[in-house]
């Protein structure tokens, strides 16, 4: 059977898996689905009348049987009553980014931010990071006008002054940090812990157990391979944005790769207790349809194959 892996390079451990070539080794047949390729939702679900978050379109019949994300998108896929698995989660990457304004601009804490423009990548770790800092200074979704920018542009948007603040992440802050002086709002580290992570749809995790072991044995083994070749890592991603008509700095790319956590770990209480949290902030600030229950994603069985791929151990 062909597998579809769906990936881009936000989450870097399987964007770079799709460049080496070792999950073919594993696995035969594989479809990469780039979900950049896959059309853009409408701003306002039909079904529901509340705001898309772009990461519902990773969830259609053009998507993936396993994917790899940031925090938000399997809350999304749960609020939109897709049956979905974790897999697994990285370590924390709270160093990866945070919430800034230009300095000088008078806005100082998240309690500045009412009826500002804030830039966000909605639907993705962001829009938690913005909900959890916002909720902390008693403040909601509907306080703030939020501007769906995408991870690499709001930085340039901001310093334009067409954003009053914006959720940063390297390498594309460090680009702003060396233009201006940026004032941090809020940090990662202390809202969450920001991992990258992996899913899939329930009934491949049922149906293809050996399937899914390949595909972790091959993210454990790439993950290594970064860790040890990060210049050659970075490249992948640079040469992606070349092709696709961007610039990127592979200087800056190896430096963000060498401070990410790689490898993967079952999914913890901890990281299940942030994730009900976002998904409840979620749900009542009028971002999800419905009230969902995380934990009704987690199969037991699954974090043992995690754990025994990271032991170099079969199951």
């Given at each position: ?98 919430l800034v304004s ?134 992948f991603l640079v ?77």
């Open positions: 059977m062909t597998i579809r892996v769906g990936y881009f390079p936000n989450n870097n451990s399987l964007f770079v898996l799709r460049h080496t070539g070792l999950l073919e080794r594993r696995l035969p047949d594989v479809e990469w689905v780039d979900l950049r390729e896959l059309p853009a939702p409408p701003p306002v679900d039909p079904r529901t009348g509340l705001p898309t978050l772009h990461s519902d379109w990773l969830f259609t019949d053009a998507g993936y049987d396993f994917i790899g994300t940031g925090f938000t998108p399997p809350i999304t896929g749960l609020g939109q009553g897709h049956d979905l698995a974790y897999v697994g989660i990285s370590g924390p990457r709270v160093e990866n980014g945070r230009l300095d000088g601009s008078g806005i100082r804490t998240p309690a500045d931010l009412r009826g500002k423009r804030v830039g966000v990548a909605h639907g993705s770790w962001q829009t938690t990071l913005v909900l959890l800092a916002l909720d902390r200074a008693g403040l909601g979704w509907s306080d703030i006008e939020s501007v769906d920018v995408d991870v690499n542009d709001g930085g340039a948007a901001l310093q334009r002054g067409e954003l009053d603040a914006w959720v940063g992440a390297y390498p594309g802050l460090a680009g702003v940090e060396a233009a201006s002086r940026v004032h941090t709002l809020v940090d990662t580290a202390g809202l969450f812990s920001h991992p990258s992570l992996w899913f899939v749809r329930r009934d491949f995790a049922e149906n293809h157990r050996p399937e899914l072991e390949a595909i972790v044995a091959a993210l454990q083994e790439s993950d290594a391979w970064i860790v040890a070749n990060p210049r050659e890592a970075a490249r040469e992606d944005a070349e092709r696709r008509g961007g610039t990127a700095d592979l200087d800056r790319w190896e430096e963000a790769l060498r401070g990410r956590p790689f490898g993967i770990g079952p999914v913890t209480d901890e990281f299940l207790d942030e994730q009900q949290r976002a998904a409840d902030l979620l749900h009542t600030n009028g971002l999800l349809p419905r009230a969902v229950t995380v934990r009704d994603a987690v199969l037991p069985w699954i974090g043992e194959v995690v754990t025994a791929s990271r032991a170099g151990t079969p199951v």
